[in-house]
Antibody, heavy 122, light 110 residues
Framework: EVQLVESGGGLVQPGGSLRLSCAASGFTFSTYSMSWVRQAPGKGLEWVSY????????YYADSVKGRFTISRDNAKNSLYLQMNSLRDEDTALYYCARPLYNGSHLGTFEIWGQGTVVTVSS | QSALTQPASVSGSPGQSITISCTGTSSDVGGYNYVSWYQQHPGKAPKLMIYDVSKRPSGVSNRFSGSKSGNTASLTISGLQAEDEADYYC??????????FGGGTKLTVL
């Protein structure tokens, strides 16, 4: 079964850091680009970051650029999101997502995890 | 990276057809055939319903269809059913090499 399982969320103070993980199974992880998408409570979806299959290129939303870092370990079938200088507005459910196509495609998310909740509050 | 514009809500009766619009610019919706639509039920992860403007993933009902004209994409659901009640989001690749979502549309089946 193709599956993505996020972990690492929690409560953190403004200015703090958190590292999210996403464990992939059931497909050849190393051949797919991956992304993080978040959803603030009661709000819509917001794309956060993207990484190519070979980690050669990463892209970020302006709202997180310079604060978040996406990475992956293909040997461990895992995707990560290092979040620094967290703000109240980063509070959200964070999903990792895999595209329909393998390769370097951005978007067209066929597979989603269940999400992990990040709460930034003092 | 302004969000794509969707109506906040639409409604329809069972059996009817509804259309949800998604308006962007020539830098996103109008510039690329990389528009996707997602369905999200409360407490669930989004589900891909349409990709590349008008293609349906395997397993998605043919009651769902997509189209695009200029800077506006549309999702049409025909033969509305109770289980179609959900939030719907469009997304598009952008010229900034980012992805932008619409604000979401709540579909109510009357």
């Amino acid at each position: 079964e193709v599956q993505l399982v996020e972990s690492g969320g929690g409560l953190v103070q403004p200015g703090g850091s958190l590292r999210l993980s996403c464990a992939a199974s059931g497909f050849t992880f190393s051949t797919y680009s991956m992304s993080w998408v978040r959803q603030a409570p009661g709000k819509g979806l917001e794309w956060v970051s993207y990484i190519r299959p070979d980690s050669s290129t990463m892209y970020y939303a302006d709202s997180v650029k310079g604060r978040f870092t996406i990475s992956r370990d293909n040997a461990k079938n895992s995707l990560y999101l290092q979040m620094n200088s967290l703000r109240d507005e980063d509070t959200a459910l964070y999903y990792c997502a895999r595209p329909l196509y393998n390769g370097s495609h951005l978007g067209t998310f066929e597979i989603w995890g269940q999400g992990t909740v990040v709460t930034v509050s003092s | 990276q302004s969000a794509l514009t969707q109506p906040a809500s639409v409604s329809g009766s069972p059996g009817q057809s509804i259309t949800i619009s998604c308006t962007g610019t020539s830098s996103d919706v109008g510039g690329y055939n990389y528009v996707s639509w997602y369905q999200q039920h409360p407490g669930k992860a989004p589900k891909l319903m349409i990709y590349d403007v008008s293609k349906r993933p395997s397993g998605v009902s043919n009651r769902f269809s997509g189209s695009k004209s200029g800077n506006t994409a549309s999702l049409t659901i025909s033969g509305l059913q109770a289980e179609d009640e959900a939030d719907y989001y469009c997304s598009s690749y952008t010229s900034s090499i980012t992805l932008v979502f619409g604000g979401g549309t709540k579909l109510t089946v009357l």
